[in-house]
Structures are given as C-alpha cells and as structure tokens.
T-cell receptor, first 113, second 116 residues
Framework: GENVEQHPSTLSVQEGDSAVIKCTYS??????FPWYKQELGKRPQLIID?????GEKKDQRIAVTLNKTAKHFSLHITETQPEDSAVYFC????????????FGSGTRLSIRP | GAVVSQHPSWVICKSGTSVKIECRSL??????MFWYRQFPKQSLMLMAT?????????EQGVEKDKFLINHASLTLSTLTVTSAHPEDSSFYIC????????????FGEGSRLTVL
C-alpha cells in the first residue's frame, strides 16, 4: 500500500519568511496529492491540492510542486503570518471517486513574531 | 462545499463500555466514508473504509470486531468502539469523498473519546 513520508516534523520560521515542507510517496499509482492544515482539536482543512498531470500549482501565498518521477511533492508558504501556525499534513491517493487518502506524519509549523 | 457532520464531538466513558459515533453527509450522498483515528501529536491513521450496503474494509492491524462499522444509508455511517479501554482514547474523524472530479475529502468535526 501507499506510504507517505513527511519532513520536517517541526519547523519554526520568522514571520515574513518562507516555509517549505517536503513529502515523498511510494505508490506510483498515486495521482492526487492534497495538503491539509489542522489546528488543535479541529478537523483538517484542505488548503491546496495537485494532480499528477500538473507540476506546480499556486494559490496566493501557497504553492505546491510535484515531481512524479522522483515521487516528491512539496508545499511552499511565502510571506508567512502568525495565523499560518498549525500542523500541516501532506497526503496521497490513487484518485478515483472513492479512493482512500493516506496522510504523512505531519509538520508543526510555528511562526515567530 | 459539502458538509459532513459528526456526533458526538466528545465523549467520556468507562472502561468496558461501548461507544457509538455517527457520521452524516448533510447535503450529498456518500456511498463510501472513511474513518480515521488520530492520537495526540500524531497523524491521521486510516482505520477502515465504510461502504453503503456492504461490509466495511479494515486496514491492517485494525480489529474489525472491536471497531464495528455500519453504513446503512447513503448519508450515515456509524463507528462503534466496543468494550472500550483507555488505549482506545483518541480523536476519531470520519470523512467522505466529494464524488466529483476534484477527489476532495470532506471531514467531520471529529469525536474525542476518553475512556476512563
């Protein structure tokens, strides 16, 4: 089955700087890669996703890149703000209308004022 | 977007008792729902896939007799933790796929179970 590895486990950046979180996956059949933000005690929220036919996707301060050959994908947050502090999870799925999603181990991002 | 509602949001029970958690898709039909478990400061671990009208599919290492899943309708899946023990204390979250081309999962609010 799919195995998703994520690093770093914790990340502290100065407000205004960029943050990068990296993930790798094992199943070459995976073609859907969402990123979730989870605040303490709350449900995960989808912040951006990418499919295997796209190498990069951007939404304001958030961007995701995908290297399908290397089975790597990354989340980039620019101009970080205090409200970006949360736990971020990458995930992978061999997408179909009912495919399960496997999560990475999570990155706790802290933004220093 | 689609809404998935989960109930109860938190529950405390005594060791040895059973607890039922409900997951409802409020404005769409879900033939499939996923149940995840999340221990403190850990990731979401998939427990099982709930299939409407048929048996659930459990992930390796998850006891099907302990975590009973019922998906009797297109809008409701239930997870029953039987004979709960303190080590079952966790955050349980259900989710349902959007069913469209996006592949997005919609999550319930989660249920925090504490077993005394």
């Amino acid at each position: 089955g799919e195995n998703v590895e994520q690093h770093p486990s914790t990340l502290s950046v100065q407000e205004g700087d960029s943050a990068v979180i990296k993930c790798t996956y094992s199943d070459s059949a995976s073609n859907y890669f969402p990123w979730y933000k989870q605040e303490l005690g709350k449900r995960p929220q989808l912040i951006i996703d990418i499919r295997s036919n796209v190498g990069e996707k951007k939404d304001q301060r958030i961007a995701v890149t995908l290297n399908k050959t290397a089975k790597h994908f990354s989340l980039h947050i620019t101009e970080t703000q205090p409200e970006d502090s949360a736990v971020y999870f990458c995930a992978a799925s061999p997408y179909s209308s009912a495919s399960k999603i496997i999560f990475g181990s999570g990155t706790r991002l802290s933004i220093r004022p | 977007g689609a809404v998935v509602s989960q109930h109860p949001s938190w529950v405390i029970c005594k060791s040895g008792t059973s607890v039922k958690i409900e997951c409802r898709s409020l404005d769409f039909q879900a033939t499939t729902m996923f149940w995840y478990r999340q221990f403190p400061k850990q990731s979401l671990m998939l427990m099982a896939t709930s299939n409407e009208g048929s048996k659930a599919t459990y992930e390796q290492g998850v006891e099907k007799d302990k975590f009973l899943i019922n998906h009797a309708s297109l809008t409701l899946s239930t997870l029953t933790v039987t004979s709960a023990h303190p080590e079952d204390s966790s955050f349980y979250i259900c989710s349902a796929p959007s069913g469209g081309v996006t592949g997005e999962l919609f999550f319930g609010e989660g249920s925090r179970l504490t077993v005394l």
